[in-house]
């Protein structure tokens, strides 16, 4: 699935998922700006009980230490929070997910870290 597409699929199911009024553009700016700032196959921005969580796909912090995904993590929430309206919606988590297809076979393995961001 291309960026376009993986993009207006997490729109729609940010719709669809929560009480979400006038942030299309923000979200855009955040998926933007993270495209921006991470070289992966693909960035998902999804929203779960009004919690914005981001997925880095295949990035170069796949093979990095926990210490290195929290501090990315915490740095995502920062742009999180600048770009999107903290009382609508809080920042979640950020997963930082490695994936490869071969034929009819798929292998994912995912691990996810809380950003902290200071009220």
């Not at 729109?11 to 998922?17: E, G, K, N």
């Amino acid at each position: 699935m291309n960026k376009s597409a993986a993009f207006l699929l997490s729109i729609v199911l940010l719709f669809a998922s929560c009480n979400f009024k006038g942030n299309y553009k923000k979200l855009k700016a955040l998926n933007d700006t993270l495209s921006k700032n991470y070289k992966c196959k693909n960035i998902s921005i999804n929203v779960m009980d009004d919690k914005i969580n981001v997925t880095l796909i295949n990035s170069d912090f796949n093979d990095s230490s926990d210490e290195v995904k929290q501090r990315e993590a915490d740095k995502i929430g920062q742009i999180v929070v600048s770009l999107v309206n903290r009382d609508t919606l809080a920042p979640g988590g950020v997963a930082f997910t490695s994936y490869r297809r071969s034929g009819i076979v798929e292998v994912s393995n995912s691990t996810t870290f809380k950003m902290n961001v200071p009220k």
